[in-house]
Protein backbone atom coordinates (compact mmCIF):
# COMPACT_ATOMS: atom_id res chain seq x y z
CA UNK A 1 0.00 0.00 0.00
CA UNK A 2 2.64 2.39 0.98
CA UNK A 3 4.46 1.55 -2.50
CA UNK A 4 1.36 2.58 -4.53
CA UNK A 5 1.14 5.81 -2.18
CA UNK A 6 4.56 6.31 -2.94
CA UNK A 7 3.91 5.91 -6.90
CA UNK A 8 1.39 8.28 -6.81
CA UNK A 9 3.29 10.72 -4.78
CA UNK A 10 6.04 10.75 -7.54
CA UNK A 11 3.71 10.85 -10.67
CA UNK A 12 2.22 13.97 -9.32
CA UNK A 13 5.48 15.23 -8.65
CA UNK A 14 6.51 14.39 -12.56
CA UNK A 15 2.81 16.11 -13.98
CA UNK A 16 3.51 19.01 -11.87
CA UNK A 17 7.22 19.30 -13.08
CA UNK A 18 6.36 19.07 -16.46
CA UNK A 19 3.26 21.52 -16.35
CA UNK A 20 5.62 24.29 -14.85
CA UNK A 21 8.24 23.39 -17.74
CA UNK A 22 5.32 24.25 -20.23
CA UNK A 23 4.23 26.87 -18.63
CA UNK A 24 8.10 28.29 -18.43
CA UNK A 25 8.37 27.28 -22.17
CA UNK A 26 4.95 29.23 -23.10
CA UNK A 27 5.72 32.28 -21.13
CA UNK A 28 9.46 32.14 -22.98
CA UNK A 29 8.15 32.18 -26.43
CA UNK A 30 5.15 34.78 -25.61
CA UNK A 31 7.91 36.93 -24.49
CA UNK A 32 10.04 36.38 -27.71
CA UNK A 33 6.96 36.63 -29.87
CA UNK A 34 6.26 40.10 -27.75
CA UNK A 35 9.80 41.07 -28.71
CA UNK A 36 9.71 40.60 -32.41
CA UNK A 37 6.05 42.07 -33.00
CA UNK A 38 7.57 45.28 -31.36
CA UNK A 39 10.50 45.48 -33.39
CA UNK A 40 8.04 44.54 -36.75
CA UNK A 41 6.07 47.46 -35.64
CA UNK A 42 9.10 49.40 -35.47
CA UNK A 43 10.81 49.08 -38.51
CA UNK A 44 7.70 50.58 -40.34
CA UNK A 45 8.15 53.97 -38.60
CA UNK A 46 11.59 54.88 -39.94
CA UNK A 47 10.41 53.72 -43.44
CA UNK A 48 7.44 55.61 -43.34
CA UNK A 49 9.19 58.52 -42.22
CA UNK A 50 11.83 57.94 -44.69
CA UNK A 51 9.25 57.67 -47.35
CA UNK A 52 7.23 60.69 -46.57
CA UNK A 53 10.23 63.27 -46.15
CA UNK A 54 11.10 62.14 -49.60
CA UNK A 55 8.01 63.17 -51.37
CA UNK A 56 7.83 66.11 -49.05
CA UNK A 57 11.09 67.69 -50.68
CA UNK A 58 10.13 65.95 -54.49
CA UNK A 59 10.12 69.38 -56.32
CA UNK A 60 12.36 70.66 -59.95
CA UNK A 61 11.82 73.63 -61.38
CA UNK A 62 13.40 74.25 -64.90
CA UNK A 63 13.39 75.75 -67.95
CA UNK A 64 10.22 74.14 -69.27
CA UNK A 65 8.34 74.76 -66.05
CA UNK A 66 7.69 73.61 -62.24
CA UNK A 67 6.42 70.45 -60.42
CA UNK A 68 5.69 69.52 -56.93
CA UNK A 69 4.23 66.43 -55.42
CA UNK A 70 1.70 68.63 -54.59
CA UNK A 71 0.35 68.83 -57.93
CA UNK A 72 -0.28 65.65 -57.77
CA UNK A 73 -3.23 64.23 -55.92
CA UNK A 74 -1.82 60.52 -55.58
CA UNK A 75 1.45 62.06 -54.15
CA UNK A 76 -0.65 64.26 -51.48
CA UNK A 77 -2.11 61.06 -50.66
CA UNK A 78 1.29 58.90 -50.21
CA UNK A 79 2.49 61.61 -47.80
CA UNK A 80 -0.84 61.81 -45.42
CA UNK A 81 -0.58 57.22 -45.43
CA UNK A 82 3.17 57.43 -44.67
CA UNK A 83 2.20 60.33 -41.82
CA UNK A 84 -0.87 58.18 -40.55
CA UNK A 85 1.13 54.90 -40.59
CA UNK A 86 4.22 55.90 -38.79
CA UNK A 87 2.27 57.40 -35.96
CA UNK A 88 0.33 54.50 -35.61
CA UNK A 89 3.46 52.20 -35.40
CA UNK A 90 4.91 54.23 -32.65
CA UNK A 91 2.09 53.54 -30.80
CA UNK A 92 1.06 50.02 -31.67
CA UNK A 93 5.00 49.84 -30.71
CA UNK A 94 4.57 50.90 -27.37
CA UNK A 95 1.50 49.06 -26.91
CA UNK A 96 2.40 45.60 -28.14
CA UNK A 97 5.82 46.10 -26.18
CA UNK A 98 4.13 46.62 -22.43
CA UNK A 99 3.31 42.98 -21.20
CA UNK A 100 -0.25 42.76 -20.18
CA UNK A 101 -3.01 39.90 -20.19
CA UNK A 102 -4.10 39.05 -23.28
CA UNK A 103 -7.99 39.69 -23.96
CA UNK A 104 -10.19 39.09 -26.78
CA UNK A 105 -11.32 43.14 -27.07
CA UNK A 106 -7.26 43.97 -27.42
CA UNK A 107 -6.94 41.09 -29.49
CA UNK A 108 -10.05 42.71 -32.34
CA UNK A 109 -8.51 46.01 -31.66
CA UNK A 110 -5.23 45.38 -33.28
CA UNK A 111 -6.31 42.68 -35.74
CA UNK A 112 -8.99 45.69 -36.87
CA UNK A 113 -6.94 48.48 -36.76
CA UNK A 114 -3.53 46.64 -38.76
CA UNK A 115 -5.95 45.38 -41.17
CA UNK A 116 -7.03 48.94 -42.32
CA UNK A 117 -3.70 50.37 -42.28
CA UNK A 118 -2.41 47.47 -44.26
CA UNK A 119 -5.16 48.27 -47.21
CA UNK A 120 -4.65 52.38 -46.48
CA UNK A 121 -0.76 52.62 -46.80
CA UNK A 122 -1.24 49.63 -49.85
CA UNK A 123 -3.47 52.03 -51.84
CA UNK A 124 -1.12 54.70 -51.22
CA UNK A 125 1.78 52.77 -52.44
CA UNK A 126 -0.36 51.21 -55.73
CA UNK A 127 -2.04 54.45 -56.44
CA UNK A 128 1.33 56.12 -56.22
CA UNK A 129 3.21 54.06 -58.39
CA UNK A 130 0.73 53.91 -61.15
CA UNK A 131 1.36 57.65 -61.75
CA UNK A 132 5.72 57.42 -61.42
CA UNK A 133 4.62 54.44 -64.16
CA UNK A 134 2.80 56.90 -66.79
CA UNK A 135 5.22 60.15 -65.94
CA UNK A 136 7.90 57.39 -67.25
CA UNK A 137 6.35 55.70 -69.78
CA UNK A 138 2.99 57.99 -71.30
CA UNK A 139 0.29 56.77 -72.75
CA UNK A 140 -0.58 57.03 -76.66
CA UNK A 141 -3.93 56.17 -75.81
CA UNK A 142 -4.86 59.31 -74.20
CA UNK A 143 -1.65 61.11 -75.57
CA UNK A 144 -0.09 61.66 -72.17
CA UNK A 145 4.17 62.80 -72.53
CA UNK A 146 6.68 61.04 -70.72
CA UNK A 147 7.23 63.92 -68.41
CA UNK A 148 10.62 61.72 -66.57
CA UNK A 149 12.43 62.92 -69.65
CA UNK A 150 11.64 66.80 -68.50
CA UNK A 151 11.60 66.29 -64.87
CA UNK A 152 13.94 63.34 -64.24
CA UNK A 153 14.87 64.29 -60.78
CA UNK A 154 11.58 64.24 -59.91
CA UNK A 155 10.64 61.27 -60.99
CA UNK A 156 13.36 59.72 -59.30
CA UNK A 157 12.83 60.92 -56.19
CA UNK A 158 8.69 59.88 -56.63
CA UNK A 159 10.02 56.55 -57.34
CA UNK A 160 12.11 56.27 -54.22
CA UNK A 161 9.74 56.80 -52.01
CA UNK A 162 7.14 54.67 -53.46
CA UNK A 163 9.68 51.95 -53.30
CA UNK A 164 10.39 52.85 -49.38
CA UNK A 165 6.76 53.03 -49.40
CA UNK A 166 6.19 48.95 -50.43
CA UNK A 167 8.89 48.18 -47.73
CA UNK A 168 6.22 49.27 -45.57
CA UNK A 169 3.35 47.42 -47.14
CA UNK A 170 5.40 44.05 -47.00
CA UNK A 171 6.00 45.09 -42.70
CA UNK A 172 1.88 46.03 -42.48
CA UNK A 173 1.20 42.74 -44.25
CA UNK A 174 3.64 40.40 -41.58
CA UNK A 175 1.92 42.71 -38.91
CA UNK A 176 -1.80 41.72 -40.56
CA UNK A 177 -1.14 37.68 -41.03
CA UNK A 178 0.55 37.83 -37.43
CA UNK A 179 -2.31 39.70 -35.15
CA UNK A 180 -5.19 37.33 -37.57
CA UNK A 181 -3.29 34.10 -35.98
CA UNK A 182 -3.15 35.70 -32.59
CA UNK A 183 -6.45 36.06 -32.58
CA UNK A 184 -8.21 33.20 -34.63
CA UNK A 185 -5.64 30.88 -32.85
CA UNK A 186 -6.53 32.08 -29.33
CA UNK A 187 -10.16 32.95 -29.75
CA UNK A 188 -13.21 31.50 -31.27
CA UNK A 189 -15.10 33.40 -34.14
CA UNK A 190 -18.80 33.89 -33.61
CA UNK A 191 -20.38 30.87 -34.36
CA UNK A 192 -24.25 30.93 -35.81
CA UNK A 193 -26.47 27.91 -35.02
CA UNK A 194 -30.06 26.99 -34.49
CA UNK A 195 -31.70 26.88 -31.28
CA UNK A 196 -34.41 24.59 -30.02
CA UNK A 197 -37.20 27.34 -31.09
CA UNK A 198 -35.71 27.47 -34.94
CA UNK A 199 -34.11 31.07 -33.89
CA UNK A 200 -31.07 31.97 -35.19
CA UNK A 201 -28.36 33.49 -32.63
CA UNK A 202 -24.89 33.94 -32.27
CA UNK A 203 -22.36 32.29 -29.94
CA UNK A 204 -19.61 33.94 -28.57
CA UNK A 205 -16.98 33.01 -26.12
CA UNK A 206 -17.39 33.94 -22.37
Same mark, same amino acid.
Given at each position: ???? !?? $? #? ?12 ? #? #?? $? ?9 ? %? ?30 ? @?????? *? /?????? *????CAGYSFFSAFY ?14 ? /? =? ?10 ? %?????? #????? %? ?14 ? =??? =?????? *?????? /??? !? *? ?8 ? @?????? @??? %???? =??? @??? $????? /???
Amino acid at each position: MMKM !VI $V #EEDKTRKVVRNDAR #E #EE $VVGNLGSVMRT %AETLLRVVPIGLCLAALVVMLKNSQDNDYGSV @SYSNLG *A /FTYLVY *ANGICAGYSFFSAFYTALPRPPTMSRAWTI /F =FLDQVLTYVILA %AGTVSA #EIVYL %AYNGDKDVTWSRECGV =FNG =FCKRAT *ASVSIT /FGS !V *ACYVLLSLLS @SYRLFS @SYD %APIP =FLS @SKG $VEIAA /FPR
